[in-house]
């Protein structure tokens, strides 16, 4: 389960996803989010769904390796689903018991909302997976540089964000690695009420939370003897640069977003369009 965890890795492989601008990749990937929120049919999923199978394909990155990120979600996903499928309220009730009521509103709601949730985690991870911690840092940098004049401190920010998630895979690899050495000492993190499962934690979490703190005194002391001093005067070995085919990649984006505007309006305009 620790290492089904895809969020924060880097996914080494050529392709055309990979060779656009960070910049590019990173508003797509904000622009994707927001439009995900704005359909309203199931015609819209599925649209976005078949975009967003055809980006993983020319990302190279298996489509195995994406999915089983979805198992460490799979109980926020559930619990989503009995949310909206017993919460929901509607006209066409099917089934009633105290304050359970399963209505065909809540169905559909709650088969939109596991389909949002999953599309969203799917569709971030290709981010991590197709950029380079570097190339996220400049891009997220470059991104937040207007705020600079409002005392805003960009450099840092970006650094912070890249750091934390370039450490998600290895803190997850040290928790699979902690919680296999405490079992090997007898420990049962299985059975037991969920008191005594939340106790069962504490033999890894205390020494997760050194090992953190010992790698970020680690990563500090290094940073200071490399003579770091944030944005100051820093230069960069490959300067970000727009080519012929981020300019396409921002063309597909607004065809993609005119698309979900007008899947949105059709459904508004014509009932029978779910």
């Not at 797509?28 to 015609?43: G, M, P």
């Not at 805003?152 to 934390?164: D, G, L, Q, R």
Request: proline share 4%.
């Amino acid at each position: 389960m620790i290492r089904d965890i895809t969020i924060g890795q880097y996914y080494p492989v050529d392709s055309p996803i990979h060779r656009l601008d960070a910049r590019i990749k990173l508003g797509i990937t904000f622009l994707f989010i927001v439009t995900l929120f704005l359909v309203n049919s199931f015609t819209g999923y599925l649209f976005a769904a078949a975009c967003m199978g055809l980006v993983i394909r020319a990302s190279k990155v298996p489509l195995k390796f994406m999915l089983k990120g979805l198992k460490s979600i799979m109980i926020i996903i559930l619990f989503t689903a009995f949310i909206n499928l017993f919460m929901t309220r509607g006209e066409q009730v099917l089934w009633h018991w105290g304050f359970l009521t399963l209505t065909v509103e809540g169905i559909l709601m709650a088969i939109k909302m596991c389909v949002r949730l999953v599309m969203l985690i799917v569709g971030s991870s290709l981010l991590t997976l197709t950029t380079t911690p570097i190339q996220l840092t400049d891009a997220i940098e470059y991104v937040l540089r207007p705020f600079k004049r409002i005392g805003v401190p960009a450099h840092e920010i970006a650094m912070m964000m890249t750091i934390a998630l370039r450490f998600i895979p290895t803190l997850l690899d040290e928790t699979d690695k902690i919680m296999k050495a405490q079992q090997a000492r007898g420990a049962d993190f299985d059975t037991g009420n969920l008191l005594q499962k939340a106790k069962s934690l504490i033999p890894i979490l205390v020494p997760l939370f050194i090992s953190a703190f010992r790698r970020a005194e680690e990563l500090a002391m290094a940073m200071e003897a490399r003579c770091y001093h944030g944005d100051e005067h820093r230069t960069r070995m490959k300067e970000m640069k727009m080519e012929k085919r981020d300019y396409r990649a921002i063309t597909m984006a607004c065809c993609y977003t005119l698309a979900i505007f007008g899947l949105r309006f059709a459904a508004g305009a014509f009932p029978f369009v779910i």
